[in-house]
């Protein structure tokens, strides 16, 4: 097995666990295992655990961003691309296995210990700030709703992960247009 070939292998496993387990509840012999990896490749490809959780986030941002792009882009312009937002992220808090904010989670277990992770999650974030800034920006909203829109996403994925409901998006989805229509 090649170096690229571990790699997928391992963060696909890793991914899976910590998303489920919780990064710390999940041993580095536990992705090994789940992965088919030797534990002597997982230390050559990733040696730490926080460099395996720091491109396990990275490959999930890049996945997350481009799935809620793709569907935004399928919209009309305008204020219909910004609440398209929200209609995504119902969809994404009904998949089976949705246990909210992979970043918001490894946030909590890790961001206080770990610089690495707090920085990709704050890139994260940061991304997708700028991302519903350029959405509001070319509905001709105002730049102090993005703020507001930004925390009701937030929050929505926050109360779907407690909740175990999708129906935060659609209340979240409520807000973000009476917030547009007040601007």
């Not at 509840?25 to 460099?51: C, H, I, N, W």
């Not at 210990?113 to 800034?133: G, I, L």
Request: charged content about 25%; overall charge negative; glycine content about 10%.
């Amino acid at each position: 097995m090649d170096h690229a070939e571990a790699e997928v292998r391992l963060l696909e496993a890793a991914e899976g666990l910590f998303y489920e387990r919780g990064i710390q509840a999940v041993g580095m012999d536990q992705v090994r295992t789940a992965s088919g990896v030797s534990l002597k490749r997982l230390y050559q490809v990733f040696p730490s655990k926080s460099e395996l959780v720091k491109a396990c986030l990275e490959r999930r941002d890049r996945r997350w961003r481009e799935r809620l792009a793709a569907y935004v882009d399928e919209r009309e312009g305008g204020e219909e691309r910004v609440l398209a937002v929200f209609d995504w992220l119902h969809e994404w808090f009904a998949e089976p296995g949705f246990r909210g904010c992979a970043f918001v989670n490894s946030f909590g277990e890790l961001g206080a210990v770990d610089p690495a992770v707090a920085d990709t999650v704050r890139a994260h974030k940061s991304a997708f700030r700028d991302y519903m800034a350029g959405l509001v920006a070319d509905a001709g909203g105002p730049e102090r709703s993005v703020g507001p829109l930004v925390l009701l996403a937030e929050g929505a994925m926050t109360t779907a992960a407690i909740s175990g409901s999708p129906e935060a998006a659609r209340q979240a989805r409520c807000g973000a247009a009476q917030l547009l229509a007040a601007s």
